[in-house]
């Protein structure tokens, strides 16, 4: 009896060792040569059966009964883990179970400009694969979950998407991404305001003066100046008359952000219409980023209530409308003239139809 018992230990030893010895050889041998680079995805709840047979279709291992064998003998199966991975086809086994298992999975840019609004942040999310715009817009309006963190009552993200490049998993949630880039905004926005306060002014205030002064200027030397205008321009009860505003207040009725505005556009009110009301609007228009948020703790100290573009980026500030004119002729009028542009005149104030003229 015990030379039955002990033969079937012998081949019960054999068994394990010749199973040793060729997953040993199998686990560490690669498939291929190098030429073959693919991205490859686990799905949520997929099987480690269905995973091995997967890559074996794709060519990047050569055998999926042994895959699983090895994944069963050396205790891999049940510790893959969703999302995509960029494998080779020269990875030895170990290694490609390695990567599955680590939940290391690729990442994408997403790349946010600042200035850029919710509406066209939500289009970006959807034209990188990452969702759909409406989800997107979905928790932008979401304002229990806001609130949560921004730690104030806060109905629209607008102007709390902080702008910079993330790297997001593609199956990142709208949520998700949007929860990142509003604790982006906090961490910045402290870092810029430095626990200074503005006479009372909210933060949702601040920001909303930051976003306009991000839509008027793309140069960073120049934001403390647009500033000190709308400063002045508050300070003398006078209206901002920014255009970005008006065109913010078509988007948010319409759902259409025109590129050019008429003069019925200017008279027409709207919450967000700087022409027909005095004050800022009731909420941001745009995303901004540090510098416009720091030009509001810091501008520049001008006597400055208009502005008019030299057309390349930057701008002619005057301290009387009489000078605003002459550059408004300069800068604007006589440029456009030549090119045959059309231009409009509202309450003695001299304004092209595309470009701001303050």
């Not at 995973?51 to 994944?71: C, D, M, P, Q, T």
């Not at 604790?183 to 909303?208: C, D, H, M, P």
């Not at 556009?265 to 219409?273: E, G, I």
Request: hydrophobic content about 35%.
């Amino acid at each position: 009896m015990k030379w039955i018992l002990g033969s079937l230990l012998f081949i019960i030893g054999l068994g394990i060792g010749f199973v040793f010895y060729i997953t040993a050889d199998y686990y560490k041998k690669p498939f291929g040569h190098g030429k073959v680079t693919q991205i490859f995805e686990v799905q949520t709840g997929e099987s480690f059966s269905s995973i091995s047979h997967r890559l074996e279709e794709k060519k990047l291992i050569n055998n999926s009964w042994l895959l699983n064998l090895v994944a069963r003998f050396y205790g891999w199966r049940g510790k893959m883990r969703a999302g995509e991975y960029s494998l080779k086809d020269n990875m030895a086994p170990i290694e490609i179970l390695k990567i599955l298992s680590g939940g290391k999975s690729l990442t994408y840019p997403f790349m946010i400009y600042e200035g850029l609004n919710s509406y066209e942040i939500a289009l970006i999310y959807e034209e990188r694969g990452f969702g759909k715009k409406e989800d997107f817009l979905k928790f932008c309006r979401n304002q229990e979950f806001l609130t949560n963190i921004l730690g104030e009552k806060i109905s629209h993200c607008e102007g709390y998407l902080f702008p910079e490049t993330y790297n997001f998993e593609r199956r990142t949630s709208a949520k998700q991404i949007i929860e990142t880039m509003l604790r982006s905004f906090l961490k910045n926005y402290e870092i810029v305001a430095k626990g200074r306060n503005l006479g009372g002014w909210s933060r949702n205030q601040i920001v909303t003066f930051a976003s306009i002064i991000e839509k008027e200027t793309g140069a960073d030397f120049e934001r403390p100046m647009i500033a000190s205008v709308f400063y002045n321009r508050l300070r003398k009860g006078m209206k901002l008359q920014t255009d970005p505003t008006v065109q913010y207040g078509i988007l948010a009725e319409t759902g259409i952000y025109p590129q050019n505005i008429t003069k019925k556009d200017l008279l027409t009110p709207t919450p967000y219409n700087t022409y027909t009301k005095v004050g800022f609007p009731p909420g941001p228009i745009s995303n901004p980023g540090s510098e416009a948020l720091r030009a509001v703790f810091e501008p520049r100290e001008t006597d400055y209530l208009f502005f008019v573009s030299k057309n390349d980026g930057t701008h002619v500030f005057s301290e009387t409308y009489e000078d605003h004119a002459k550059a408004v002729k300069t800068y604007q009028l006589d440029s456009k003239a030549r090119e045959g542009k059309s231009w409009r005149i509202l309450k003695g104030q001299i304004k092209p139809a595309t470009t701001s003229s303050k």
